[in-house]
Antibody, heavy 118, light 112 residues
Framework: EVQLVESGGGLVQPGRSLKLSCAASGFTFSNYYMAWVRQAPKKGLEWVATISTSGSRTYYPDSVKGRFTISRDNAKSSLYLQMNSLKSEDTATYYC???????????WGQGVMVTVSS | DVVMTQTPVSLSLAIGQPASISCKSSQSLLGTSGKTFLNWILQRPGQSPKRLIYQVSKLYSEVPDRFSGSGSETEFTLKISRVEAEDLGVYYCWQGTHFPHTFGAGTKLELK
């Protein structure tokens, strides 16, 4: 069974950093592109980042480019999101997601909440 | 960025009634591969999103066949032939053809 379990969320002050983790199981992690998608409270969904199987290619929207970094450790079947210079508008539930068969997402994690507030 | 416009914003239907949700994109979603990466997902209350349909009309294996997807280029439709109680929630279309990937604002399906 495919499982994606996020961790690392919490309350953080504006301008500070936070690193999210996603532990994957039930599939060969290194074979799949992975992504982070977020959802602000009572709002819609926003794609945040995608990473290739080896980690050599990454993609971001302008809203987080230069502040967020997606990475992975295939040996640990883990996905990460390093978030720097956090802003109040980054407050959201962050979902780990698996891309398959192409850019589609076939599995989503349960989400982890990040609150950026002083 | 590609703008995804969903209508209606909400639907209130009785069990057994059909449902139809429209999704329009500001650019063609036909990719250079010849595939159209238009997806539909459902987010039930208090849950994470769940997959429904990919590449316009392909149902994931666990999705009931009362769901169907259609469309091309910039106009797409999700249909439910007969709504059931488990179908309530917010439906989102989203595109994976262009970066950044973008989502519609969602259509909330409520039961009457």
């Amino acid at each position: 069974e495919v499982q994606l379990v996020e961790s690392g969320g919490g309350l953080v002050q504006p301008g500070r950093s936070l690193k999210l983790s996603c532990a994957a199981s039930g599939f060969t992690f290194s074979n799949y592109y992975m992504a982070w998608v977020r959802q602000a409270p009572k709002k819609g969904l926003e794609w945040v980042a995608t990473i290739s199987t080896s980690g050599s290619r990454t993609y971001y929207p302008d809203s987080v480019k230069g502040r967020f970094t997606i990475s992975r450790d295939n040996a640990k079947s883990s996905l990460y999101l390093q978030m720097n210079s956090l802003k109040s508008e980054d407050t959201a539930t962050y979902y780990c997601a698996r891309h398959h068969p192409g850019p589609e997402v076939d599995y989503w994690g349960q989400g982890v909440m990040v609150t950026v507030s002083s | 960025d590609v703008v995804m416009t969903q209508t209606p914003v909400s639907l209130s239907l009785a069990i057994g009634q059909p449902a139809s949700i429209s999704c329009k994109s500001s650019q063609s979603l036909l990719g250079t591969s010849g595939k159209t990466f238009l997806n539909w997902i459902l987010q039930r209350p208090g849950q994470s999103p769940k997959r429904l349909i990919y590449q316009v009309s392909k149902l994931y294996s666990e999705v009931p066949d009362r769901f169907s997807g259609s469309g091309s280029e910039t106009e797409f439709t999700l249909k439910i032939s007969r709504v059931e109680a488990e179908d309530l929630g917010v439906y989102y279309c989203w595109q994976g053809t262009h970066f950044p990937h973008t989502f519609g604002a969602g259509t909330k399906l409520e039961l009457k």
